[in-house]
């Protein structure tokens, strides 16, 4: 095996761990300050209000577009899974009608098998 003194790459591994615990001791302190929370906040409400300057630029664009916005498209969402809803109960409604009106109709007589076609369906050629 080599020499751990004489390696280039043990001496490196223990550059850069050097290099980092130094770095990390720097930030903790950083962090540690008042300004850098001051500053952290300052660049949080910086982006918050681009973004909020983006979303209207983009909501305008898409309007000159005449396409719907994302505020649109979910109040879409909404009110197609509302009726989505609403449809789901009325066939479950017709389901308990039919069932309640099959069971009336048991005792009720066969209709007779159709003898004659109509002409939609060929029944006579002339």
Same mark, same amino acid.
């Given at each position: 095996?080599?020499? =751990?003194?004489?390696?280039?790459? +043990?001496?490196?591994?223990?550059?850069?761990?050097?290099?980092?615990?130094?770095?990390?001791?720097?930030?903790?302190?950083?962090?540690?300050?008042?300004?850098?929370?001051? *500053?952290?906040?300052?660049?949080?409400?910086?982006?918050?209000? +681009?973004?909020?300057?983006?979303?209207?630029?983009?909501?305008?664009?898409?309007?000159?577009?005449?396409?719907?916005? @994302?505020?649109?498209?979910?109040?879409?969402?909404?009110?197609?899974?509302?009726?989505?809803?609403?449809?789901?109960?009325? =066939?479950?409604?017709?389901?308990?009608?039919?069932?309640?009106?099959? *069971?009336?109709?048991?005792?009720?007589?066969?209709?007779?098998?159709?003898?004659? @076609?109509?002409?939609?369906?060929?029944?006579?050629?002339?």
């Amino acid at each position: 095996m080599t020499d =751990k003194i004489t390696d280039p790459v +043990a001496l490196w591994q223990k550059m850069v761990g050097e290099m980092e615990k130094g770095f990390n001791s720097f930030a903790n302190k950083a962090m540690e300050t008042p300004e850098f929370s001051q *500053a952290v906040n300052r660049a949080g409400g910086v982006a918050a209000g +681009a973004q909020k300057q983006f979303g209207d630029l983009m909501e305008k664009y898409l309007l000159s577009m005449n396409l719907p916005s @994302r505020e649109q498209m979910t109040g879409i969402a909404e009110r197609l899974q509302s009726i989505e809803g609403q449809l789901g109960e009325i =066939k479950s409604m017709l389901s308990q009608m039919s069932t309640s009106s099959g *069971a009336q109709q048991v005792g009720a007589a066969p209709r007779p098998p159709r003898t004659k @076609r109509p002409p939609s369906e060929g029944g006579e050629q002339k």
